[in-house]
């Protein structure tokens, strides 16, 4: 039976022609060093240490500052390659870079590469108990029935994946902290918890935690959890004094505060600056950071009130605390205002937040994009995200302004909440390790296309000809779009299926308290948040976004509903009405997932018959789940509206 990691994207090695010894300058005996050790014979096949002579990969530490700490060049010498970086980390990412460069074909030498963004993590949601919060690849690599499942060989397979696309931070538990979680702060857990944040410190990734905020009352047996209690603040210092002491580089903390029922400062009436703050002055000596989410707002909403806005929430929250927080906090600003659906503006706070050190958080897991049994490669949205202009002076792109507009650009980046589970392919979907490789390469080199990662992806995961591989990527490069089609016209988002989030339900969440709803009445859909009519969200945005979105005749098609209320017989920037443009994408998407399974069926020959019925069978579930979408969506707006279909197609009424 093949082992969990020969269904990843490090199982070709180098072949023995092309790499046959290798030379490291300068030994030091640091853990990274001997993770390089360990990589190179896995990596380059056939290869052993040697003299520097008759090296062919030749590994130097150097001291040249344009390769910062994590950047590397490699060039092409007569004897072979020559790896170059100021650290150990760097030559850790620079093997790996070399591995794809030679597997890809695609060598240019010499080539240099250092990351776009500093903090590159990943967020787990999973729980003691062994399950994951919003996880569609069966359970968790880390825990497993209140224990640690102490596969250690699993998490190493795991780190070393996430090291060869330049992940360098990791949190390890639900940011939704519950009864066992919370006293992973204690000496008991810790000391489990170092064995996994030495396997991760082995591939150059830091450690984190997700904290109860009430943790001082939950696990200190205190009364209360005031940010501004002496009390409080001298529980924490010494609790963080126990961490580093068990593990002295430990990275800091993540924290999800007054959030969906999850305790914060509001209980005492401070605000997310006193308690972000206290936490920090207690980790500061230890060089430890905390990551303070953004995604706060009111989850007991009452949907008879359209003054109210969720979207609204972040930017009401932080934008005034610009400027409050301690040198090493980091506020985490999820890529839209609502809630990782398929299609959102970008989040106003980008740009406008330049006081603040900021990570731009996204989500891997596939929870309102398909639960990795639909396809859905996420790496097209997510540069939409990076390439957004904010209209808010020089440093206006998002992928520039969390960085420029962080005081210590060391303290930014990115951060996305991450798909891998049990299951032996690691996401479920193979299809789903896309996003997970596309991710972390991203945030590394902002500057990839979308296309240029899913072939690299695809090069390393299959054999290929040049015919299959296109086909295989024409899958990927139009899933984004496809899903879009049948499941969020024109940005309404959330008519998805209360509490799991996969499957049609258009009215679920409209009398919720959730404060997501489209309002689709007999004569229209869609929010207005309008300054002039509306809840006044665009004007969150720069002047010149404001404007755009503003206007119902500026306002890209994309957009529409998520901005304003209009007819069904509102003409887009296309051309065709909404309605017309509902029937249409929905009639288009179930077209297109018939489509995929076609391609994919015609590959069949030049896959591994696993990963090709895993395929498959996802693909027949999406195209039943694609026809559910299309006949509710389109039975419901041809009810609401009375207005049938331009070309005739069936609508169910
Ligand atoms: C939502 C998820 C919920 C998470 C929350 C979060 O439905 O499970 O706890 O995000 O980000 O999308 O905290």
């Keep these: 039976m093949l082992e969990k990691r020969d269904l990843c994207w490090l199982l070709k090695p180098v072949s023995r022609d092309e790499i046959k010894t290798w030379f490291m300058e300068d030994r030091n005996n640091s853990r990274i060093t001997r993770t390089i050790e360990g990589e190179m014979p896995r990596l380059f096949y056939g290869i052993s240490r040697s003299q520097k002579d008759n090296a062919s990969i030749v590994l130097i530490l150097t001291d040249d500052g344009s390769l910062g700490d994590e950047g590397y060049s490699i060039d092409q010498k007569e004897s072979g390659y020559e790896i170059k970086s100021n650290t150990q980390k760097g030559l850790l990412y620079g093997i790996f870079g070399l591995h794809r460069l ?3 074909k695609k060598e240019r030498f010499p080539y240099v590469s250092i990351p776009d963004q500093n903090y590159r993590m990943i967020n787990h949601w999973d729980n003691f108990d062994g399950t994951i919060e919003r996880g569609y690849s ?8 209140n224990a640690f499942r102490g596969d250690m060989e699993l998490i190493r397979q795991y780190a070393r994946l996430l090291a060869s696309v330049g992940i360098n931070a990791v949190s390890i538990n639900n940011v939704n902290v519950r009864k066992y979680e919370r006293f992973f702060i204690t000496a008991e857990y810790l000391k489990e918890i170092k064995k996994i944040g030495d396997i991760f410190t082995a ?3 830091q450690l984190f935690l997700a904290i109860d905020f009430a943790a001082p009352i939950s696990v200190g047996k205190l009364s209360t959890a005031d940010p501004l209690c002496p009390d409080v603040a001298s529980w924490w210092k010494h609790t963080v004094e126990d961490i580093y002491r068990i593990i002295p580089d430990f990275g800091g903390f993540v924290v999800k505060a007054d959030s969906e029922h999850e305790p914060g400062p509001f209980t005492y009436g401070r605000s997310h600056g006193d308690g972000a703050n206290m936490l920090a002055k207690a980790i500061r000596p230890f060089g430890g950071i905390i990551v303070w989410r953004c995604f706060v707002y009111d989850c007991t909403q009452d949907w008879r009130d359209r003054s109210l806005d969720r979207a609204r929430a972040a930017y009401d929250l932080f934008h005034e605390l610009d400027g409050e927080f301690d040198e090493n906090v980091i506020l985490q600003i999820k890529n ?9 503006p ?7 937040l330049k006081e603040t050190n900021q990570i731009l958080e996204f989500q891997i897991t596939q929870e309102y994009t398909g639960h990795q049994i639909d396809i859905c490669y996420l790496v097209p949205m997510w540069k939409e995200t990076l390439d957004f202009d904010t209209r808010h002076g020089a440093s206006s792109l998002v992928k520039e302004a969390i960085r420029q507009y962080s005081p210590d650009q060391k303290l930014s980046g990115l951060c996305a909440v991450g798909n891998v589970g049990m299951d032996r392919n690691w996401t479920g979907n193979k299809m789903a390790q896309a996003n997970w490789y596309g991710y972390g390469r991203l945030a590394w080199d902002n500057d990839l296309t979308s296309e240029e990662i899913a072939k690299e992806w695809l090069d390393l995961s299959f054999e290929l000809t040049e015919d299959a591989r296109e086909k295989a ?3 990927l490069i139009t899933s984004r779009d496809t899903y879009e089609d049948y499941t969020c016209p024109l940005a309404v988002g959330f008519m998805c299926k209360p509490g799991i989030h996969y499957g049609c339900d258009i009215d679920g969440y409209e009398y919720d308290q959730w404060g997501t709803y489209h309002y689709a009445d007999r004569e229209g859909v869609g929010r207005d948040r309008t300054a002039a009519t509306g809840t006044g969200f665009t004007k969150q945005y720069s002047p010149r976004i404001y404007q755009e979105y503003e206007d119902i005749n500026a306002c890209p098609d994309k957009l529409l509903l998520f901005f304003h209320h209009v007819p069904y017989t509102h003409v887009l920037q296309s051309g065709k009405t909404v309605i017309q443009h509902i029937y249409d994408t929905h009639f288009d998407g179930v077209e297109k997932v018939k489509e995929y399974q076609a391609r994919w069926e015609s590959i ?3 896959l591994d018959e696993e990963s090709y019925q895993n395929v498959k069978e996802r693909l027949d579930y999406q195209l039943k789940h694609a026809v559910e979408w299309r006949d509710q969506i389109n039975t419901y707006f041809y009810r609401k509206s009375g207005i049938g279909d331009e070309a005739g197609r069936t609508i169910y009424n």
Excluded: C, K, M, N
């Design 473 to 475: 990527l024409s899958i």
């Design 203 to 205: 591939y150059g990734i």
């Design 336 to 344: 839209g205002p609502i809630d990782f659906q398929i299609r959102e």
């Design 604 to 606: 069949q020959d030049e």
């Design 346 to 352: 970008v989040s106003p706070l980008f740009g406008a």
């Design 102 to 104: 030679l597997l890809g």
């Design 138 to 145: 069966g359970r968790s690599i880390f825990y497993d029935h």
